[in-house]
């Protein structure tokens, strides 16, 4: 009798894992990982948006792993899940790869500066099922604004040269003899001066 009391129990286990739905494609599963997305979303956009010239890289941080336990305080409360940090907050600087999180008391205090780029990565879990995000971040002084605006100055020039270029390569030989003078260049315009 002992043999079929652990087949009996064995068919029981059987039953009851077959009852709980565990695939991926689970709606319950689904809506954690939703939910989880939402959180990182929502926490890197945040983190972004306090990146300004100066800002404690340490503190930016914590505040990242305060923030996402706020946000998780939020989801899932009807039912005992457990949730919280799958990957804590890292600000990564520059040329180091990933990973960075300095201690909010280490001497230097680690700041950002203009032009610095920060590598954002964190995650969530909602009853084990983890989510996480990354984001790339310019921090951008005055200086820099000033550089985007005469970088896309230049852009537009160099866009309305090469439409000069092509609308001068589809006039007629005689008409584009007329409009460019001198040695053609690049696209044999003489106009755009490449």
């Given at each position: 009798t002992t043999h079929t009391r652990t087949e009996h129990m064995a068919d029981q286990v059987a039953r009851i894992e077959a009852e709980i739905d565990t695939s991926v494609l689970s709606p319950n599963i689904v809506s954690k990982y939703k939910a989880a997305e939402e959180v990182v979303n929502s926490v890197l956009e945040k983190i972004v948006?306090?990146?300004?010239?100066?800002s404690n890289?340490?503190?930016?941080?914590?505040?990242?792993d305060q923030?996402?336990?706020?946000?998780?305080?939020?989801?899932?409360?009807?039912s005992p899940v457990e949730k919280g940090i799958a990957y804590p907050t890292t600000i990564t600087l520059n040329e180091n790869?990933?990973?960075f999180s300095p201690l909010e008391d280490e001497e230097p205090a680690v700041l950002a500066k203009d032009g610095d780029l920060l590598k954002i990565s964190?995650?969530?879990?909602?009853?084990?099922?983890t989510c996480t995000g990354a984001r790339s971040h310019v921090v951008k002084g005055e200086m820099s604004v000033i550089f985007c605006l005469f970088s896309s100055f230049l852009g537009v020039e160099h866009?309305?040269?090469?439409c000069v270029c092509l609308?001068?390569?589809?006039?007629?030989?005689?008409?584009s003899a007329r409009w460019a003078r001198g040695p053609s260049r690049c696209h044999g315009c003489g106009v755009c001066g490449c």
């Open positions: 948006s306090l990146c300004d010239v100066g890289i340490a503190k930016l941080c914590a505040f990242g923030f996402i336990d706020e946000q998780l305080a939020a989801v899932f409360n009807r790869v990933a990973n964190l995650g969530v879990h909602i009853d084990g099922y866009v309305l040269r090469e609308f001068v390569l589809t006039l007629s030989s005689r008409q």
